[in-house]
């Protein structure tokens, strides 16, 4: 079966600070992969997704960047960190190609953010 | 435009309660995927279901079952005999002419008293 790693679990910044969040998934290959950050008592914001490996497709014009230097694995980066990066950050997959429409996506555990 | 829109914000029931949590969505595609997710305290999201545009029957697991009705663009999800598990945000989302985003309405909070 397949499952989806997040690390850390949880994580506190500085301003101005560098950021690294690793996603992993096991039991498939060649997933697209999403990153998503959630502002508290909010919706889901979609920042990047990938469909292989070097490619990705930016959502929200920021501070951050993503990077898929495996095939399971996916990276978001900040190079400084800002107040308004606070958030829990949740990555996602899916199957590729999906056999008719998109597949569902299935989700981490998440990494709750924490900017002071 | 894409749009999933979930206008209860907050909803509490006491345990044993049926509840019904509303989804209204926008597409002008003729062809799109509805999704239910459940986010515990946790902050995990789990699926619940996927279906798509061209099957509107409707769909029963358990105490959860899901009405579809592309007259109205709702899709919405009823719990019946609520239990203090069941606490948790709920989103529904959509995804349609680029299979790779899924739009999130912005979640309703459901609250299950003992």
């Known amino acids: 079966s397949q499952t989806i790693h997040q690390w850390p679990a949880t994580l506190v910044q500085p301003v101005g600070s560098p950021l690294s969040l690793e996603c992993t998934v096991e039991?498939?290959?060649?997933?697209?992969l999403y990153w998503y950050r959630q502002a508290a008592g909010r919706g889901l914001q979609l920042l990047f997704y990938s469909v292989g490996i070097g490619q990705i497709s930016s959502e929200v014009p920021q501070n951050l960047s993503a990077s898929r230097p495996q095939d399971r694995q996916f990276i978001l980066s900040s190079k400084k960190l800002l107040l308004s990066d606070s958030g829990f950050y949740l990555c996602a997959w899916s199957a590729f190609p999906a056999s008719v429409g998109p597949d569902t996506q299935y989700f981490g555990p998440g990494t709750r953010l924490t900017v002071l | 435009a894409q749009k999933v829109t979930q206008a209860q914000t907050e909803i509490s029931v006491v345990e044993k309660e049926d509840v019904t949590l509303d989804c209204v969505y926008e597409t002008r595609d003729t062809t799109y995927y509805l999704f239910w997710y459940k986010q515990p305290p946790s902050g995990e999201l789990v699926f619940l279901i996927r279906r798509n545009s061209f099957d509107e029957q409707n769909e029963i697991s358990g105490r959860y079952s899901w009405n579809f009705q592309k007259s109205t663009s709702s899709f919405n999800f009823t719990i019946t005999a609520s239990q203090v598990v069941d606490s948790a945000v709920y989103f529904c989302?959509?995804?349609?002419?680029?299979?790779?985003?899924?739009?999130f309405g912005s979640g309703t909070k459901l609250n299950v008293k003992p």
């Open positions: 989302a959509l995804s349609s002419y680029n299979f790779n985003k899924f739009y």
């Open positions: 039991g498939t290959s060649n997933p697209n």
